[in-house]
């Protein structure tokens, strides 16, 4: 598959997990997912990352800890980019301690991005507006990495 194919599969998979209720630790597509799962899940049924098993974890990890695990395990798959963003990037918010919440992106312009988020308790996608609570402004709070599967030109 070309890379445009690839990022339109990514988009198709993460926009089927629509509405699967947030649930911690769970991986299953319409029955329950986090956001580490769901970027994870997306990536694997499309064939561009292999199987990972993230082992238990605790669901608050990210407030407690400076284990900055989510990055490690994406920059596993992904490169960090500083280009604009493309469909089928992936984007980490910093949230708590370090960088503990992660979307995928769905359009370029506006900004649009597909996450299983717990306030609205379920997969669902939306644009990023800068007033959005996981852009706000915090004590501590760093701004939001990007990632991408494919070279940047």
Known sequence: MSEAEQRAAVVAEAR???????L???ALKGVGVDCGQFILGVFRNCGLVPPIDLGSYPPDWFVHRDDDRYQRL?????????????PGDVILFHIGRNYGHGAIVTKAAPLTIIHAFPPTRVVMEGPLRPNSELLAPKPGRKPPLYFTLWPKG
Do not use: D, I, K, Y
């Not at 994406?74 to 493309?86: D, H, I, K, M, Q």
């Open 74 to 86: 994406v920059s596993e798959f992904a490169s960090e980019t500083r280009g604009s963003l493309e």
């Open 24 to 26: 911690h630790g769970a």
């Open 16 to 22: 089927s997990w629509m509405l699967t209720p947030v």
